[in-house]
């Protein structure tokens, strides 16, 4: 794990071990101020310890390299006494996966809130990803499906696909939607040198399989924008224990010289 700069205030939040205990302390009780207060601090000391840096996090599929920019929800402190995080988003940025560079991505997390459980379970029901990508990344995905094309996105946010070994010809701009797991893509625009034909609706639309998602998650629209891609997913519902000594153990993690072995 590399570092973005130094912590701010972070000696208000010293000894670490006081983060477990916190935590601990919250289970015990599950209602009341002192949860609520033990929650909000757990919560602003982790945010503490990301927003703002670069962070490499072990994954069981490899390795991602991302910075945090941003970990916000609205708190409040009735909420939390009885375990009730609210909605908690999170957005990074310059991401590096397996090879794969993605530019941002914001993760929603509905109805965050903590099971009383031995170990306690963090929820959240629904989980809404947000993905911007490069047009590189659209390219590496027609690598794979149909190497004979090639796509685009160009600054107006118009998706175009050209033929690999003649893309001066001309191309197609083209529309897509998220079928399952399948990317359709319909040609509504047929351009030849400087020459536009509006194609028919009727013209059928090109289908493409998707790679294989992590568990549950489902790809439900994908968009376009200047130079970009717009991918957005969901997962019904997630959750994990958190137990205080794997708590404790990701805030030392983050804290010290060391990358995050799992997440």
């Given at each position: 794990?590399?570092?973005?700069?130094?912590?701010?205030?972070?000696d208000?939040?010293?000894?670490?071990?006081?983060?477990?205990?916190?935590?601990?302390?919250?289970?015990?009780?599950?209602?009341?101020?002192?949860?609520?207060?033990?929650?909000?601090?757990?919560?602003?000391?982790?945010?503490?310890?990301?927003?703002?840096?670069?962070?490499?996090?072990?994954l069981?599929?490899?390795?991602?390299?991302?910075?945090?920019?941003?970990?916000?929800?609205?708190?409040?402190m009735?909420?939390?006494?009885?375990?009730?995080?609210?909605?908690?988003?999170?957005?990074?940025?310059?991401?590096?996966?397996?090879?794969?560079?993605?530019?941002?991505?914001?993760?929603?997390?509905?109805?965050?809130?903590?099971?009383?459980?031995?170990?306690?379970?963090?929820?959240?029901?629904?989980?809404?990803?947000?993905?911007?990508?490069?047009?590189?990344?659209?390219?590496?995905?027609?690598?794979?499906?149909?190497?004979?094309?090639?796509?685009?996105?160009?600054?107006?946010?118009?998706?175009?696909?050209?033929?690999?070994?003649?893309?001066?010809?001309?191309?197609?701009e083209?529309?897509?939607?998220?079928?399952?797991?399948?990317?359709?893509?319909?040609?509504?625009?047929?351009?030849?040198?400087?020459?536009?034909w509006?194609?028919p609706?009727?013209?059928?639309?090109?289908?493409?399989?998707?790679?294989?998602?992590?568990?549950?998650?489902?790809l439900?629209?994908?968009?376009?924008?200047?130079?970009?891609?717009?991918?957005?997913?969901?997962?019904?519902?997630?959750?994990?224990?958190?137990p205080?000594?794997?708590?404790?153990?990701?805030?030392?993690?983050?804290?010290?010289?060391?990358?995050?072995?799992?997440?």
């Open positions: 794990m590399t570092y973005s700069g130094p912590f701010r205030n972070w208000s939040f010293r000894p670490l071990d006081s983060i477990a205990s916190l935590w601990s302390s919250a289970m015990v009780s599950q209602h009341g101020s002192g949860s609520a207060g033990a929650y909000r601090t757990v919560f602003t000391t982790l945010r503490r310890l990301i927003v703002g840096r670069r962070l490499n996090i072990g069981d599929s490899g390795e991602i390299t991302l910075t945090v920019t941003e970990f916000e929800s609205d708190l409040d009735r909420g939390l006494s009885v375990g009730q995080l609210n909605d908690v988003s999170l957005s990074v940025a310059e991401i590096s996966w397996n090879g794969h560079q993605l530019d941002r991505a914001t993760v929603v997390m509905h109805n965050v809130h903590i099971k009383p459980a031995t170990p306690p379970v963090l929820v959240t029901a629904p989980l809404d990803l947000t993905v911007e990508v490069s047009p590189a990344v659209v390219d590496t995905l027609f690598d794979l499906a149909a190497p004979q094309l090639t796509g685009r996105v160009d600054a107006n946010g118009v998706a175009q696909i050209r033929w690999a070994r003649r893309p001066g010809l001309g191309h197609l083209v529309d897509a939607a998220i079928d399952g797991s399948t990317l359709l893509v319909r040609p509504r625009v047929l351009v030849l040198r400087r020459t536009r509006n194609l609706s009727r013209v059928p639309a090109y289908r493409m399989r998707l790679p294989t998602l992590p568990r549950e998650l489902e439900t629209a994908i968009s376009f924008g200047p130079n970009t891609v717009h991918l957005r997913g969901r997962v019904a519902e997630w959750q994990v224990d958190v205080g000594g794997r708590l404790e153990d990701v805030i030392n993690q983050l804290s010290g010289m060391g990358r995050l072995r799992q997440w």
